[in-house]
Nanobody
């Protein structure tokens, strides 16, 4: 069974930094896209950043220049380096991946990790 396990959330002051990690485990053939979404109280889940297997990246406008997504294919792990954090970045952050379990691909979600930015 495929699982995504996240770590790295917590409480940080405005202007601070955090690194989130998400590792995929289980039996699968390959991983296509991996990325991060977030959901603040009373709001819809939104894309923060994602990256394809080929290294293309995509960022929400609100985090461009502050967040960086990276991926270690050998470890089946994706990272989110969040810098210059703002109170409005407070949310539960979810890892997302599109993983190939032959003969098809599936979407998977992590359990979520809380990021709280204090002003």
């Amino acid at each position: 069974q495929v699982q995504l396990v996240e770590s790295g959330g917590g409480l940080v002051q405005a202007g601070g930094s955090l690194r989130l990690s998400c590792a995929a485990s289980g039996r699968f053939s390959s991983i296509n896209a991996m990325g991060w979404y977030r959901q603040a109280p009373g709001k819809q889940r939104e894309l923060v950043a994602d990256t394809t297997g080929g290294g293309d990246t995509n960022y929400a406008e609100s985090v461009k220049g502050r967040f960086t997504i990276s991926r270690d294919n050998a470890k089946n792990t994706v990272y989110l380096h969040a810098n210059s954090l703002k109170p409005e970045d407070t949310a539960v952050y979810y890892c997302h991946a599109i993983i190939v379990v032959l003969p098809r691909s599936y979407q998977y979600w992590g359990q979520g990790t809380q990021v709280t930015v204090s002003s």
